[in-house]
């Protein structure tokens, strides 16, 4: 591990996609974070009065946030409002997303094998 | 706050809907395209049971018209977002010359799952988990 990574606050590396989200979704203080803006906007200062961190760490786990696609960013003047992305959060979704084009792949190889087999047997018969 | 929605996936397969139908509804036909274990009553009301991988699933056949559509609910017992019976699934087959065009369709699922409470985040980071690991 380089000093550089080690420096780093967890996380942050994080890109987008599930690994991402997880680890932003790893710390119960961004849970809370994401629980406050999901019907509302709300600006980082607004926020930051739930919490008993500076509003510098505030800041940093929005930002961890935004980054793994949870949050969305719009500014107002100098204030920057925060809101959830609800599709970012979708596992449900993701999992059946990817699980019935791969079924349904694996459907179409069996049947037209099994008919193959069918026709085989036939022709030896 | 939950907004439910399609999935749609589709193939185009060289046989009939006849030689297709039987893989959606005898469990030793489906478990060679999805899940490894299955208990199916293929008629209205009749239950629909499948794991995939760890994951239970569970329902009830709504419809059954065979060889051209089959619908079954679909969920998981226990799990908040998506419990058992609380989606639909559709499968339609349809001929097209001497191949079937099969569609399916989720019905119903939640769009926005964002856990209420605290004790809904761990079900909800186990099943992400499962994404991530997949």
């Given at each position: 591990m380089s000093r550089t990574q080690a420096n780093r606050?967890?996380?942050?590396?994080a890109g987008s996609g599930p690994d991402a989200v997880l680890r932003a979704l790893a710390d119960p203080q961004r849970r809370r974070m994401l629980q406050l803006v999901r019907s509302h906007e709300l600006a980082a200062g607004q926020i930051a009065?739930?919490?008993?961190?500076t509003q510098q760490a505030v800041s940093q786990h929005l930002r961890l946030l935004q980054r793994a696609g949870l949050l969305s960013e719009r500014r107002e003047g100098a204030r920057r409002l925060y809101s959830l992305r609800?599709?970012?959060?979708e596992p449900v979704r993701t999992v059946l997303a990817e699980l019935w084009p791969d079924a349904l792949m694996r459907l179409k190889h069996v049947v037209e094998q099994g008919k193959r087999q069918k026709q085989e047997e036939r022709m030896t018969r | 706050m939950s907004r439910p929605d399609t999935l749609r996936a589709s193939i185009r397969i060289a046989a009939t809907p006849a030689e297709i139908f039987p893989y959606l509804v005898e469990p030793r036909l489906l478990v060679q395209w999805i899940g490894t274990w299955a208990d199916l009553?293929?008629?209205?009301?009749g239950v629909f049971a499948l794991n995939v991988g760890d994951t239970p699933v569970r329902g009830a056949f709504v419809s059954v018209d065979p060889p051209h559509r089959v619908v079954f609910t679909w969920g998981v017992p226990?799990?908040?977002?998506?419990?058992?019976?609380?989606s639909t699934v559709e499968i339609l087959l349809t001929a097209e010359g001497s191949e079937t065009v099969v569609e399916l369709f989720h019905h119903?699922?939640?769009?926005?799952?964002?856990?209420?409470?605290?004790?809904?985040w761990t079900s909800f980071l186990d099943r992400l988990r499962q994404v991530a690991s997949s």
């Open positions: 606050p967890s996380g942050v590396e009065t739930h919490f008993d961190i609800p599709e970012s959060l | 009553n293929p008629e209205p009301g226990g799990s908040a977002a998506l419990p058992a019976g609380s119903d699922l939640p769009a926005d799952e964002l856990p209420q409470h605290e004790a809904g």
